[in-house]
């Protein structure tokens, strides 16, 4: 059955829902306050980059499925399913969520609705949220209780997002659970497809539904760090890392993905997430519960300043004057998000601390350039490269993956490269003459600790003569 849908917000996520919900044949409008983001997005363009969605996007404008506006009153009265999707960042100096998007949203909406009406959270937020708003709308809205509100919290992964909406792992609905009314009907309605594919669908009450998406953030924030922290005690004793989680991976009760050492976690969701879930932990009196997570948040910011040290080992001691070549702005790959960035994050570290630093991303340069207008930004790995000490992988693009090390010998200074995130072949590297460097593993290179000291000795004589 065909439904008509408002999405509010068309950012990263609410832009991803409504498109997606128009493949699925429902008919949506997304509302922004942003006019210049709704024009962009009903031009068919995105103000984001995220792979498959530009065509789910242009495939429903042009078929009539999909508009987008900035008036709230013509999204009332063209729905009655509401979606929230705006954003919740961390507040300014505090750990706390900012829900001021929430609260603008259910504020300007609610007094809209004067008939029976289904709003549905998707964002992620505080536990306890949802029946502030329940009550808030109830009390704004003409239609009075009659408007039910629900939670109907993401999963998505960036890179990843679209296939997560339209073919996600699970379903999971919050409902009032002393009046839980129509709304699962609809849901089940709205998702008929996916369910039909068989994919779980869980009803909760309102409150267990906001934690299922801080809870999983929080364990997957815990299982990275612990694997940082044991690239750590690696780093210290000689061990593997990679092979270390190869090897407990293989327990069933552990598992293999998620345990990839690196510099960190990072973007616009691990991070401010698990800060807020300890923020309101401690709101309810249960702050001791959480209190692992601090040090989970120390790990992932420590692995940042280690990258650095590792980077400063390898040109000699020092980071002035060395000239570095960073590939990789963005968080992750498939994405050109830069919100927390380690890979962007410890490429300013390296600057403030005396390199020069060349940076290239294939998408995310440009959202680089706004948050640190003082580095310098390549256009092919090639150009960051040239005459470049020590090289830093720092995101995984495929297109690091696969560089070919002996293509870059005679563009570099100094043959170091450092693999923040273990993607590269390290046997590959080291036959073609490289110092390899990685992260909870012994660095390998032909001589190379006599390369550390002559090429810190190297660059004091090329400062002497510039003088």
Request: aromatic letters at 8%.
């Amino acid at each position: 059955m065909t439904r008509n849908i408002a999405v509010f917000g068309t950012g990263y996520l609410g832009a991803t829902h409504a498109a997606c919900m128009a493949e699925l044949g429902h008919q949506v409008i997304g509302v922004d306050v942003d006019p210049g983001k709704v024009g962009q997005l009903a031009a068919g363009e995105l103000p984001f980059y995220e792979p498959g969605l530009v065509e789910v996007l242009r495939r429903n404008l042009d078929a009539g499925r999909l508009r987008f506006t900035t008036s709230y009153a013509e999204a009332a009265e063209f729905a009655d399913i509401h979606f929230i999707g705006v954003g919740t960042p961390q507040r300014k100096g505090e750990f706390a969520a900012d829900l001021s998007y929430i609260d603008a949203v259910v504020e300007e909406l609610a007094p809209l609705l004067t008939s029976k009406a289904f709003i549905l959270g998707k964002s992620t937020v505080p536990v306890g949220t949802s029946e502030a708003l329940r009550r808030k709308v109830h009390d704004l809205a003409p239609a009075g209780k009659s408007v039910e509100v629900a939670w109907n919290p993401e999963f998505l992964r960036e890179g990843y997002a679209v296939q997560d909406t339209l073919h996600p792992d699970r379903i999971v609905l919050g409902v009032d659970a002393l009046n839980p009314g129509l709304v699962e009907e609809v849901v089940r309605e709205v998702y008929k497809d996916l369910l039909d594919e068989g994919i779980p669908f869980l009803v909760t009450d309102l409150a267990t539904a906001e934690l299922v998406k801080t809870a999983a953030n929080a364990f997957l924030a815990t299982k990275i760090s612990f694997i940082n922290a044991m690239a750590e005690v690696c780093e210290a004793s000689g061990a593997d890392v990679t092979v270390l989680a190869d090897a407990i991976g293989h327990d069933a009760r552990i598992g293999r993905r998620f345990l990839n050492a690196g510099i960190g976690f990072g973007g616009g969701c691990l991070p401010k997430d698990i800060r807020a879930f300890m923020a309101r932990a401690g709101e309810l009196g249960a702050d001791q519960a959480l209190t692992f997570l601090r040090e989970v948040d120390n790990i992932n910011m420590r692995r940042r300043t280690r990258m650095v040290e590792r980077a400063k080992d390898a040109v000699g001691g020092s980071l002035i004057g060395a000239r570095i070549a960073v590939l990789g702005a963005a968080f992750k790959p498939d994405s050109d998000d830069v919100r927390d960035s380690p890979a962007l994050n410890i490429a300013g570290q390296l600057q403030l601390q005396g390199a020069s630093v060349s940076v290239y991303d294939p998408k995310a340069t440009e959202n680089s350039r706004r948050i640190f207008p003082t580095l310098t930004y390549g256009a092919s790995v090639n150009e960051v490269c040239r005459g470049s000490d020590a090289i830093l992988v720092l995101t995984e693009w495929n297109e690091f993956k696969r560089l070919d090390p002996v293509s870059l010998v005679d563009v570099v200074r100094q043959r170091v490269i450092l693999d923040g995130r273990n993607c590269l072949s390290q046997q590959d590297w080291v036959s073609s003459g490289w110092t390899y460097i990685g992260v909870g593993k012994p660095a390998h290179g032909p001589e190379w600790q006599d390369h550390w000291a002559n090429s810190a000795i190297e660059r004091q004589v090329e400062s002497v003569n510039a003088e």
